[in-house]
Structures are given as structure tokens and as C-alpha cells.
């Protein structure tokens, strides 16, 4: 073996120490440099609640805030997000920050197996916080990079129209 090879191993196997602050709780954690977010997030922290489709940023199913935005946990090493704060579907949920939406996709059907379930609501909380009463179509497009198999999407964008509309009359009072 040449001493190329050699070396090219001994990277490979490196690990790398990060911290970032996961639902309010400061975590660190050994990731080889490749690692993506999603994988340390549910590999390493448990946290899977954020699901793996197309590993490639089409699917929407591993959204998570980091900082606030609304990120492809697919698409961002774990490295990269180091001293971030990264908030995934559990914190949220724990939080009751997006109690309504969850309620009101339950209330209307807005799922059926549930895979797609977490990348939309991250996406939903993300439009809501940006964009108190979008219309229909600026939900759909918002949507447009979420795949959901299952429900044909209009009982989705019902129940995003419906939060919408609700806290704005919340908001009004
Ligand atoms: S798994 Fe990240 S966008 Fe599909
Ligand atoms: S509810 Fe099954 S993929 Fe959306």
C-alpha cells in the first residue's frame, strides 16, 4: 500500500468533537468530518423524529431549524454546525411552538403514514414565523419542496391556512 492510501484511511477515520446547543440542551458529540447533521442527530442523539428520504435536499423530510432557519439536515455536515443552535421536531414539540399546527393536521387528516410529517410542520412553523397570513398558493409553493406520498396535500395546506387564520384573530385580540 502506498503511502497515499495510507493516509487517505487514517483521515476516513478521524473524529472530530462538536457542540452545538439541541433543543435547549448543550450536547457534544465525536463525528467522522462527512458526517451529516441528520445522521449525528438521530444516530448519535436518538433524535429521530427527523427522517432520511432523498438525502439529497429534495424531499424535505430532514428539516430542522438551526439558528432559526429552517435547514436540510441532509445537506449540512455535523461539523458545519458546530456551536449552532439546532432545533428539531421533539423541541419543538416540547416547546408547544407548534402545538396549533400539529392539532389542526390531526384534527383534518393532514397525514396518513406520518414520514413526511416532521419536515412539514418545520417548514409550516418556518413559513407562519415569516409570513403571518400567506395565501393559498404562497403555502403550496412553500410546500413545493416537501414531498408527502400520501395525502395529495390539500388537507395540509387546509390545516397551515387554518393556523394561519387563527392567529391572526389571536393576534387581533
Ligand atoms: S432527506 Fe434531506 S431533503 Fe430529503
Ligand atoms: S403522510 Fe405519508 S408521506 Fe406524507
Redesign the pocket.
Known sequence: MSGFEETILDEADETVRVRFVVNGRKVACEVAPRETLVDCLRGELELTGTH???????????LVQVDGRAV?S??MFAVQADGARIDTIEGLTESGAIADLQAEFHRRNALQCGFCTPGMLVNAHELLSQMAQPSREAIRDALSGNYCRCTGYEAIVDAIDAVAKARSVGDAR
Open positions: 432520511v428520504g432523498c438525502e439529497m435536499g429534495a424531499c424535505g423530510a430532514c436540510h441532509c445537506l
